[in-house]
């Protein structure tokens, strides 16, 4: 079992950048796959992007492509996103979630274990 904590989440005008870290606690990190998700007030939770549990592979929503990137640090058992052009339509509540299967899981019920959440709001 992992547990998972995201940090740095927070208020930026649009424009701006944030970083999200994902760190995890429990079994290495590096057995999982792990996928950033937000849900915006009144919406569905929906993909943001994922990385491969063993490799360099990632995936991402259509809505962010090019602006953010995913990452991993084995050492730190990190995961993170690094969010640039931040639009106000960002905003949202983003969570990172771990997965054991292989691939790369793009719906939230390809994920096992999830943490509780960190607020990102962009300002117009």
């Known amino acids: 079992q992992v547990q998972l904590v995201e940090s740095g989440g927070g208020l930026v005008q649009a424009g701006g950048s944030l970083r999200l870290s994902c760190t995890a606690s429990?079994?290495?990190?590096?057995?999982?796959?792990v996928g950033w998700f937000r849900q915006a007030p009144g919406k569905e939770r929906e993909f943001v992007a994922c990385i491969y549990k063993s490799g360099p592979s990632t995936r991402y929503d259509d809505s962010v492509k090019a602006r953010f990137a995913i990452s991993r640090d084995y050492a730190k058992n990190s995961v993170y996103l690094q969010m640039n052009s931040l639009k106000p339509e960002d905003t949202a509540v983003y969570y990172c979630a771990a997965r054991t299967g292989d691939g790369l899981g793009t719906v939230s019920s390809d994920y096992t274990y999830w943490g509780q959440g960190t607020q990102v709001t962009v300002s117009s």
């Open positions: 429990g079994r290495p990190f590096t057995t999982y796959g």
